[in-house]
């Protein structure tokens, strides 16, 4: 009796040693809802009447979008992310704009949605950290980097030269909007204007009919997928990010104390720019509080990396990353990444 009793007692230990376990969490969202950023000379809603809230601001949909996000997480992480809120836990990070670092607390009140028991203040305050939009190489696809923005302006000419069936487009464009419309990158801007202004109810110009939303929206899928078109890209934009990510992973195998959850909120780019450099970027424009998410799990004493993700409104779904398992080991996740990952970036940014 005593030795089944025994038998028993050591199966169920292994049992518990082998089942999977998210140990290290990361996540990059875009922001959530938001008004208009910018104008083209000729749009009739260029009045600041029209924009109460002011400029690319988060709205009160958006706001709640992202406070979704954050109950999201709490309820598929509850295990990982302890109910109140400590540094030793949680780092969050965000770019430097207003609509970033109103996301970045949206979702935190959304995940530490519990009053703490010391504090009379209905709600837990997190505190977000950014850094100047310049030198921002984790999150702005912008940052000062003189050899991605040649690659860039490279990329752009041969993709623009790929695809006459989009001159038409520019033509219209640059006569109606007053700017002068070169490439998708410029059509982006454009778009995202009419998009928001269509969204908030406002009645579109009758020349937008012969090229928005549809030939558009094709021409800002490829913008926002830019960086796939580039290893260059993929090392100098979205290489940062994923080693830090990668980092702090191999920190966290190896017993040494890191965060259990790094939280990034950033932009469209910022999203599809990771996805680009993972490799797994389906070039569909990422949707407001679009979410990757990037775990460490621990099964049968073994770490992998999976990859995930979210862009509303479907429901999140795991990656597969070329060459590896849905649950990739983490020495192959690396040995995969290494091409992406800078050494010096700004000694490789030199042009």
């Not at 996301?103 to 009140?109: C, G, I, N, Y």
């Not at 709600?123 to 040649?150: E, G, M, N, W």
């Not at 009758?206 to 078109?229: D, F, H, L």
């Not at 990771?274 to 998410?293: H, I, N, Q, R």
Request: proline share 5%; net charge positive.
């Amino acid at each position: 009796m005593k030795s089944v009793f025994v038998f028993t007692i050591v199966l169920w230990v292994s049992c518990v040693s082998a089942q999977k376990k998210t140990v290290l969490l990361n996540t990059v969202h875009r922001h959530g809802d938001r008004t208009v950023i910018s104008f083209y000379p000729k749009d009739p809603w260029s009045a600041l009447k029209y924009w109460p809230d002011g400029l690319g601001q988060v709205t009160e949909v958006g706001k709640e979008q992202l406070y979704k996000l954050g109950a999201f997480i709490r309820t598929k992480y509850d295990a990982l992310l302890p109910k109140n809120y400590h540094p030793r836990d949680v780092y969050v990070r965000s770019t430097n704009t207003d609509r970033t670092l109103t996301s970045a607390q949206a979702v935190m009140l959304g995940v530490y949605q519990n009053r703490s028991c010391a504090s009379k203040i209905p709600y837990q305050i997190v505190p977000v950290h950014t850094i100047k939009k310049s030198t921002d190489k984790l999150l702005r696809f912008s940052a000062t980097c003189p050899k991605a923005k040649s690659e860039l302006n490279r990329v752009l000419a041969r993709v623009q030269k790929d695809m006459p069936q989009y001159d038409d487009v520019l033509q219209i464009l640059s006569k109606n909007t007053g700017f002068n419309i070169r490439n998708v990158a410029d059509v982006a801007d454009v778009y995202g204007t009419l998009y928001i202004e269509e969204l908030k109810g406002y009645k579109l110009p009758a020349w937008t009919k012969s090229v928005y939303p549809k030939r558009m929206t094709e021409m800002n899928q490829i913008w926002y997928g830019i960086t796939c078109y580039s290893d260059l890209l993929r090392r100098l934009r979205g290489g940062p990010l994923v080693k830090e990510m990668i980092s702090r992973m191999v920190q966290k195998a190896q017993g040494k104390q890191v965060q259990s959850w790094y939280e990034y909120s950033g932009h469209d780019h910022s999203v599809s720019t990771v996805l680009c450099t993972l490799g797994v970027y389906d070039k569909v424009w990422p949707d407001y509080t679009s979410t990757v998410f990037v775990e460490l799990i621990q099964e049968g004493g073994k770490n992998f990396v999976q990859v995930s993700y979210k862009n509303p409104p479907a429901a999140d779904r795991v990656l597969q990353i070329k060459g590896c398992d849905k649950l990739c080991p983490l020495d192959k996740f690396q040995q995969l990444m290494k091409p992406f990952l800078p050494g010096d970036w700004t000694a490789e940014c030199q042009d």
